[in-house]
């Protein structure tokens, strides 16, 4: 039996970037894509936790904490982050109704979709073993 991780905690943020640096997939895209993605999440159990996203130079981290320079950055609340990552909520419709704010370059969003396409499946392994 795997591990159990509470959402957002430092092991959970640990056991998703174990998955990232294992996945070749990822580690390839991480070579096609310059972003940096702050996501920040208020009101947790814990108080509100910040984590990054950062592929630069054909490398790929994911860790506690800002990015240095976000180009992307992400806020919502406790509640919408459980309902989007537990597919309660979608996370398009909360991105359009207010319930994730967004600042940053809407263009390189776009551009570095196949890199957070492939993070899904890091995401899907990790939340199936996490407690929310």
């Known amino acids: 039996m795997s591990a159990r991780f509470d959402y957002l905690s430092n092991e959970w943020i640990a056991a998703v970037a174990k998955g990232i640096a294992a ?57 919408t982050a459980v309902g989007v990552a537990t597919g309660k909520i ?6 359009i109704s207010g319930k994730i704010r967004f600042k940053g370059d809407h263009q390189r969003v776009i551009d570095t979709q196949p890199l957070f396409l492939a993070l899904d499946e890091v995401f899907s392994a990790v939340n199936a073993d996490t407690n929310f």
């Open 23 to 79: 996945n070749e997939t990822i580690r390839t895209l991480a070579k096609q894509n310059t972003v940096a993605v702050t996501q920040v999440v208020t009101g947790t159990p814990r108080g509100d936790i910040t984590y990054h996203l950062e592929s630069r130079d054909g490398k790929i981290s994911f860790a506690s904490g800002p990015a240095k320079v976000s180009d992307i950055a992400f806020t919502q609340d406790w509640g």
């Open 90 to 95: 979608n996370a398009q419709e909360a991105f």
